[in-house]
């Protein structure tokens, strides 16, 4: 059908899909319509799609196009999208009447330049491209200051295609890549922080349609705060998919690894076995590889040595889309798609980071450790794991205790969950030491007619250790961002 005289959204897709054959290229333009459909239904539209070639075009209301516009920006598969006026091609006249008509106000007194793209080989209805910018050109110079064609302040663009011409000033761009679903199934480890979820997001662009894999050490606040982060990729960015989040807990897991390893050894041993943990649930879900948000050189367990060891604990294949990026650049990233503002507030888990780590595990050397370790711990926690379904979750429904504090109510007993040289090295005078593990084991005997406020070195530990005394009935709080904001809370004058 035609789209004579009416508003549309004009879609471009990627320059990838016009690189497959005629039925790969088929397949990809359809899961990209259904896409687009998703993506407006999740805002409450159901529009009108149509489109052949490399264009695709959406109908919305008037009052719905910028806002409805600008979420299709963030559907894979479409490069760049314009808010387009559009009227059949006859003569070139009738089309220079119409293009004054609609930007004769907008270049007065400014400088513009009339940019005009043929589109198909039967899109321009026997025009040319250079009539049409000098026509139209010729036309608008007597509202405008002059023509600038190095500089323009007002650039009025014409596409031509499928007998149509579109008239535009502004191209937004989209995020390119592959239609969501066009690819396989993957399963991604994710923890919450910056890297993980940026990892994903590279998938998801080249059509890999994701679960995620939630390894939890630090309880429910790192639940929750994981949960946040994945919830934004799979409400801003999975259109076409229905993600879920399979949340494992990995307490037991920690307690076998820490009771029965050398500490030496504890991060590489943990990442072999959150990668045991995904395969599993990549098999149960007919997925083909295993993502993670891995950088070589990062932190200890990423030099090469330990990357090969940590691999070798699947015979999946491992995708890696950061490892060679730098932090700065995977923070940037999320904060462009949406992520980074909250996973700035999911806090390192630091109970399993020895102060000497191993940066070049041997194979046989982690292996001898490992079969003192019981196996069936992981397979306990896989069978007991949650699994999400994160665009009907809301996270912040699940009746999450307060656990945080800002500053040390008068009378609480602080208590300081690092190791003993951390302590030692700088701590408050009233605060009393008991290593992680320990308090663990301790809380239970604790006084119940006190208050407690925990601290560690970033604050997941204490956030753990405060939910857990909570729920045994007893007052205790954490104080989030650890041993710095203490500082901060404790610099500050008092009033």
Known sequence: ????????????????????????RRQFVARLRRNVK??????????????????????????????RAAL????????????????????LEDLVERGEVLYRERVAGRRF??????????????????????????????????????????????ELYEGHAYF?????????????????????????????????????????????????LGGRLHQLGTLRVMKVLADRWSFGARPHLHAVDFAGISRELQARSHPRYWQVILKRWMLRAAEAI??????????????????????????RTIGQATTLPLLRPLVGSNKDEIIARARQIGTGELSALVDEYCALVPRQPATRAKLDVVLRQEAEMDPS???????????????????????????????????????????????????????????????????????????????????????HLAERMQQAGLRAFHLRGGTRALRRALSRPSS
């Not at 059509?207 to 995620?212: A, E, H, I, K, T």
């Not at 997925?287 to 932190?299: D, N």
Request: charged share 25%; proline share 5%; net charge negative.
């Open 1 to 24: 059908m035609g789209a004579t005289g009416r508003g549309v959204v004009l879609l471009r897709l990627s320059g990838e899909l016009s690189t497959k054959a005629r039925a790969t």
């Open 38 to 67: 998703d993506a407006l239904a999740s805002a409450g539209v159901a529009a009108e799609i149509e489109g052949r070639h490399d264009r695709m075009l959406v109908h919305l209301e008037q009052m719905e196009r910028p806002e």
């Open 72 to 91: 299709l920006t963030r559907v894979f598969g479409i490069q760049s999208l314009s808010l387009a006026e559009c009227w059949p091609v006859g003569s």
């Open 113 to 158: 330049a009339v940019r005009t793209k043929v589109v198909g080989s039967a899109g321009a209805g026997g025009l040319r491209r250079r009539e049409v910018e000098r026509a139209l050109g010729a036309r608008l110079l007597p509202h405008a200051a002059r023509v600038d064609l190095s500089d323009p302040e007002v650039t009025v663009a014409v």
């Open 168 to 216: 535009f000033t502004e191209r937004e761009a989209g995020p390119g890549g592959l239609p969501l679903g066009s690819g396989d199934r993957a399963v991604a480890l994710v923890s919450g922080g910056f890297d993980s979820p940026v990892a994903a997001w590279q998938m998801l662009r080249r059509g890999v349609d994701l679960d995620y894999v939630f390894c939890n």
């Open 282 to 307: 990549a098999q149960e879900r007919g997925a083909q590889a295993i993502v993670t948000g891995e950088a070589v050189g990062q932190v200890s367990s990423q030099t090469l040595v330990n990357l």
């Open 377 to 463: 711990v992981l397979e306990k926690a896989l069978a007991e794991r949650q699994v999400l379904d994160l665009r009907a979750l809301d996270p912040d429904a699940s009746g999450m205790p307060e656990l945080e504090v800002k500053e040390v109510p008068e009378g609480a007993c602080l208590i300081d969950l690092r190791t003993r040289r951390e302590y030692e090295s700088w701590h408050p005078p009233e605060a009393l030491h008991l290593e992680f593990g320990h308090a663990l084991e301790a809380y239970p005997s604790f006084a119940r007619d006190r208050t407690y406020v925990l601290y560690c070195e970033y604050g997941l530990k204490s956030a």
